[in-house]
């Protein structure tokens, strides 16, 4: 009976150790096994994207979610193929940098084709037309000249949809001065575009609403540069960046209303024609603009409450901004004339059609 009763203690004892090697023999396997899964996913991360941190608030990173089809556990992937896309191509040299991918994949809604043929628009609209696009330094002062006129100022605070606003007022220069050209407020635009981008992720998924001050906009100011220039600049902003322009208001057309919106119209994609706002008085402005979100130049006398103050102080702070050497190295990195595009070394059979320009399809 001792016998068996130590066979069983013994028993019992080998069954107990069995059952605890196994478990932990299993413990030790996940753990290995999560380590290499852990390894492999270090060795995936394209160097370039190792210091990308996501610092989108909540806001915007449900709508980047809901409107963009960003997915976060796959949107370093969906940078990293379209990267491998754009260096696998021989006849453009491309930015590859992740902010920048990053910005064009969410203006694509992630789609990878819509994404090819914006960079290749980009691309081609750098290469043919470098005056507008090309070598833009913050610092020249033909492009510090509107801001210091207050031609265009970006307002320091955003909208409830987090958009940013850009408020310009065309009028308050000569019409064919060449200093303040047409193709000079061009470049200033789209250099304050990357500043801003680059400053704040954000920027990319929300974009931003035009403001058009037209008081003392005349017809000359309209016709300035010609139809073809007109033509140009309606391409770039609509086709050839990865800006995000999410509505169009128009305020204090007067007379020349029906002239400037057939104007305008003319040059506009129908979704864009779609966003146009006109606005007869502040008040109408008001109501989609709020009065806190406003200069106090252009507020009631009698209002108390909050503003992003006067013009001459927001306009100094962009400059101070636009002045930050960082800031202009970086932005003469992104519109480098090195990139650019060479149609003859395009291999034949190429996913993307040959032509001047794509219009596309999302915003």
């Given at each position: 009976?001792?016998t068996l009763l130590r066979s069983r203690v013994v028993y019992d004892s080998f069954v107990y150790r ?73 006849h453009f040299t491309c930015r590859t940098d992740t902010k920048f991918l990053m910005a064009v994949l ?232 090195r990139y650019r595009i060479d149609e003859s070394k395009r291999p034949s059979g190429g996913d993307i ?11």
């Amino acid at each position: 009976m001792a016998t068996l009763l130590r066979s069983r203690v013994v028993y019992d004892s080998f069954v107990y150790r069995s059952e605890f090697e196994i478990k932990w023999l299993k413990s030790n396997i996940d753990l290995h096994r999560q380590k290499q899964r852990a390894a492999a996913s270090l060795e995936m991360v394209d160097p370039e994207d190792v210091e990308y941190r996501c610092t989108l608030n909540e806001y915007s990173l449900k709508k980047a979610q809901t409107e963009l089809n960003e997915d976060p556990k796959e949107r370093l992937g969906a940078v990293q193929a379209l990267r491998k896309w754009i260096r696998d191509q021989s006849h453009f040299t491309c930015r590859t940098d992740t902010k920048f991918l990053m910005a064009v994949l969410r203006r694509a809604k992630f789609s990878q084709l819509v994404a090819r043929e914006l960079i290749q628009n980009i691309l081609t609209a750098r290469t043919n037309h470098p005056e507008y696009m090309v070598n833009i330094d913050l610092q020249d002062p033909n492009i510090l000249a509107f801001v210091d006129k207050g031609v265009l100022i970006h307002l320091p605070k955003v909208d409830k949809e987090g958009r940013k606003i850009l408020l310009l007022r065309r009028g308050l220069r000569k019409a064919n001065d060449p200093k303040m050209s047409p193709i000079n407020e061009v470049r200033c635009s789209l250099g304050l575009f990357e500043m801003y981008r680059d400053e704040d992720e954000n920027h990319s998924v929300n974009g931003i609403i035009l403001v058009f001050d037209c008081t003392d906009l005349s017809i000359n100011h309209l016709n300035e540069g010609g139809m073809e220039h007109n033509k140009k600049m309606s391409r770039i902003y609509q086709d050839c960046n990865p800006e995000r322009v999410k509505a169009f208001h128009f305020y204090n057309a007067g007379p020349i209303l029906e002239f400037l919106m057939g104007f305008v119209k003319t040059f506009l994609k129908k979704k864009n024609q779609e966003r146009i706002q006109t606005h007869d008085t502040m008040e109408s402005l008001y109501k989609v603009i709020p009065m806190e979100l406003w200069p106090t130049e252009y507020l009631p006398d009698d209002y108390k409450g909050p503003s992003v103050g006067p013009i001459a102080t927001i306009t100094a702070n962009m400059k101070k901004r636009m002045m930050d050497n960082e800031a202009r190295k970086r932005v003469l990195e992104y519109t480098s004339d090195r990139y650019r595009i060479d149609e003859s070394k395009r291999p034949s059979g190429g996913d993307i059609p040959n032509e001047s320009f794509r219009k596309l399809n999302v915003d």
